[in-house]
């Protein structure tokens, strides 16, 4: 059995581990024919990685169950609400509306359990039986996305905001004044079956947020083209595609249209049929006050996911109220700015670990994510997954004539050993294609020509 040092006791296994019938789900990489993956050539050195291991107390299983109502119930809502009434009397677990997982067996016999809830709005009286379907095994995507939703409940724990698909820490921003700048860091994580365990990695990552607003903008293109005929389209030209943020709710939307038919003292009808114009909405709701009444409005299309939550129609936003997000051409292009932004984003490897071990310890420390974690019988690794690795010999790549190239061990930087490299033979391509995204037209375009 596999032990992890210092994370847990000596009787623990490793998440993913094989066992029992689960062997023949773990990926082999490794083919029959090979004793061992390990080389011999260049000198050995110690690694660590950026990945964390799950443990798991012994014999752990994740079992799923499925839940029927009678009479049947079409709201998700409603079914969660009425099931979460018995939450005291029954083990920890999660539950999506349909299938119920959890790690501790719900009957010794695996007899279904019947239990009775009081519907709310009716008073009515709902069976509820629970099934046993059977073990959740790593190959099914449930496995992969338990692990992966009690993950994202501990980040939430430590306070973190999600950005898109990532968790930033806006409690540890760094503002850079003079740039008009503001940086979160932050982590992309994921769950993963590895071989013969479950890790977590952990990737350092740094959302970086302007202080301007898309209102700041338009009043800059305002002030370059005199708000002559073409401040429309240069306005479009410079925000269309932008992915900007809305500090209220922190959330992030692209720039689909500017309406400049549209302004914050318009109405919209709100949920209760009620009139109410886009500033006393955004004072009422966020408390944020708007000082240009005649500002156009941003129209966001709702994502997939949007829609899915019963967001059909666009998403009018106020430029004052966005935040630009990302580096303009004319940020990325200033050499002492991206200095500044090197040294909190470009990070050495001993500065990584640091900044990983902390993560760690924010997880292992936090009483809430532990009380979690125990409760799931699991517990992540206070230290980063170590393994052993080799340093080997620079390469010789051969030119015409006497021409070689090869590069420094220290650096392995290939980029100034070719200038005096000469190729064996130098062929023309006359045909060629160049593939796109149709938001990327115009850059493309410039590239191609320049």
């Not at 018995?86 to 999506?96: E, G, Q, S, Y």
């Not at 051969?398 to 200038?419: H, I, P, V």
Request: charged share 25%; proline share 4%; aromatic share 10%.
């Amino acid at each position: 059995m596999k032990i992890t040092s210092g994370s847990i006791s000596g009787n623990s296994t490793l998440v993913g581990e094989s066992r029992d019938s689960a062997t023949e789900f773990h990926v082999r990489t490794r083919p029959d024919t090979l004793q061992s993956k390990k080389g011999t050539l260049g000198d050995e050195m110690a690694c660590a990685s950026n990945y964390f291991a799950l443990v798991a107390k012994p014999n752990w299983r994740l079992l799923q169950y499925r839940v029927d109502m009678s009479p049947d119930i079409d709201h998700t809502g409603v079914r969660k609400a009425l099931l979460y009434h018995h939450k005291a009397t029954l083990p920890k677990f999660m539950f999506d509306g349909t299938v119920l997982f959890t790690t501790t067996r719900l009957n010794p016999n695996d007899a279904p359990i019947v239990l009775t809830s009081t519907r709310e709005h009716d008073k009515a009286t709902v069976t509820i039986t629970i099934k046993l379907v059977g073990e959740v095994q790593p190959t099914d995507y449930h496995y992969m996305q338990f692990f992966n939703i009690v993950l994202r409940s501990a980040m939430e724990k430590m306070q973190l905001e999600l950005i898109r698909r990532n968790y930033y820490d806006p409690k540890a921003s760094i503002t850079l004044g003079q740039y008009k700048l503001e940086l979160w860091p932050g982590y992309v994580t994921s769950i993963r079956q590895h071989e013969s365990q479950i890790l977590l990695c952990c990737e350092i990552s740094h959302k970086i947020l302007r202080t301007d607003t898309v209102l700041d903008q338009i009043e800059e293109v305002h002030k370059r083209t005199g708000g002559a005929g073409s401040f429309h389209a240069s306005v479009e030209k410079a925000l269309l595609g932008a992915i900007v943020i809305t500090r209220y709710n922190n959330k992030t939307y692209r720039i689909d249209e500017i309406d400049w038919n549209k302004h914050p003292t318009d109405e919209f009808e709100g949920r209760n049929n009620e009139k109410m114009s886009y500033q006393k909405y955004y004072t009422e709701r966020y408390n944020r006050s708007i000082r240009d009444p005649k500002q156009p409005l941003i129209v966001s299309m709702p994502k997939v996911r949007d829609e899915r939550g019963g967001v059909s129609g666009p998403i009018y936003l106020i430029p004052e109220l966005c935040n630009m997000t990302g580096l303009s051409e004319e940020q990325r292009a200033n050499f002492q700015l991206m200095k500044a932004l090197g040294d909190y984003t470009r990070q050495d490897p001993k500065k990584r670990c640091e900044t990983l071990k902390k993560f760690s310890e924010r997880i292992n420390t936090n009483q809430e994510i532990q009380t979690e974690l125990t409760a799931w019988n699991l517990q992540f690794s206070r230290d980063l997954e170590q393994f052993r690795a080799r340093i080997l010999p620079p390469e010789v790549i051969l030119g015409s004539g006497s021409s070689k190239a090869t590069y420094q061990l220290e650096n392995a930087d290939w980029g100034t050993c070719f200038r005096k490299w000469n190729s064996f033979s130098v062929q023309s391509c006359t045909k060629w294609a160049v593939v796109c995204a149709s938001r990327d037209e115009a850059a493309t375009k410039e590239f191609i020509t320049s």
